[in-house]
């Protein structure tokens, strides 16, 4: 939400795919602004940084970390930055080479969504449909958070929520409440997996108690730890303990006062998304894997 999506010098939150580090590893100055830069950050051990690196930060440890920097630049991101901007010449420099490797990057990740990315653009689209621009989503650790971090085109700050660095399970529905709490006149999308779900499924008695405007609660729900799951099959390890009993989402949801719907195709998940954003109170909208393809 920093630039608009369609800037042609935003390269998104795209330092998690292998176009958006081929991208970074060309540069000759990288300046970090605010950044723990964790591996959850970025999918990968350590970024091909083999440019000079600027780091500013409000943490001076963070200066000589995984990622030591040649200047560190201490002190409050906003006022910072302001210094920086008045220090450079006002006529920018020629950014056409950068424009051109933006567009190839943004051409790579519209060629090599893999078929799950695929089901996931899929939906995205429908939210960013119906979501309205001062609305703001709150995602919890799950495959389709992740491919959003770097697919939803974010239209404001402060619109995308999502536990970077720590990597939290069960972040999503909290963080969606005080979202909620702090901002009620946004309408809010919680963004979460069966499994993350389960780790704070008895917020939905808080938000259901305490919120008097839209909340709508997607549950993508494909039976499983799927990221955990997937990456133990990659290693040839038998998956254990990434297959849960999971209870009826529904049954729950309405135990708990939620509005709950069950889409069967992508079609009624837009039709349910734009009731729950015109309703007052909290939604539960559980997409099965199936009903997504």
């Excluded at 404001?156 to 972040?171: D, V």
């Excluded at 529904?250 to 708990?256: D, Q, S, T």
Aim: a negative charge; proline letters at 7%; aromatic letters at 6%.
């Amino acid at each position: 939400g920093l630039l608009p999506d369609e800037a042609p010098l935003n390269a998104g939150a795209t330092l998690c795919v292998e176009p958006g580090w081929q991208l970074i590893a060309q540069a000759d100055v990288v300046l970090a602004v605010g950044t723990e830069m964790a591996d959850t950050d970025y999918w990968r051990e350590r970024l091909p940084l083999n440019g000079e690196l600027l780091r500013l930060d409000i943490d001076p440890r963070k200066f000589n970390d995984f990622y030591p920097c040649s200047v560190a630049l201490h002190g409050d991101a906003r006022a910072t930055l302001d210094a920086l901007l008045q220090a450079l010449p006002p006529t920018p420099a020629e950014a056409g080479a950068a424009i051109h490797a933006v567009a190839d990057l943004r051409q790579a990740l519209q060629n090599g969504q893999g078929p799950l990315q695929q089901i996931h653009r899929s939906i995205l689209q429908r939210i960013a449909a119906e979501l309205p621009e001062h609305g703001f989503i709150a995602s919890d650790m799950t495959q389709l958070a992740y491919s959003g971090n770097y697919l939803y085109p974010t239209r404001a700050t402060r619109s995308w929520l999502h536990p970077t660095g720590y990597g939290t399970l069960g972040y999503g529905l909290p963080a969606g409440i005080g979202a909620k709490l702090g901002a009620p006149e946004r309408p809010g999308l919680v963004l979460v997996g069966d499994g993350g779900f389960l780790y704070t499924v008895q917020e939905l008695a808080t938000a259901v108690e305490e919120l008097r405007s839209p909340l709508v609660v997607l549950l993508w729900n494909n039976d499983a730890l799927g990221q955990i799951r997937d990456d133990m099959l990659d290693l040839n390890i038998e998956p254990i303990g990434v297959l849960p009993r999971n209870p009826d989402f529904a049954a729950l949801a309405r135990a708990f006062g939620c509005s709950v719907s069950q889409p069967a195709s992508l079609d009624e998940l837009q039709q349910e998304l734009r009731e729950g954003f015109a309703r007052n109170g909290v939604t539960l909208i559980e997409l099965k894997h199936a009903c997504a393809r």
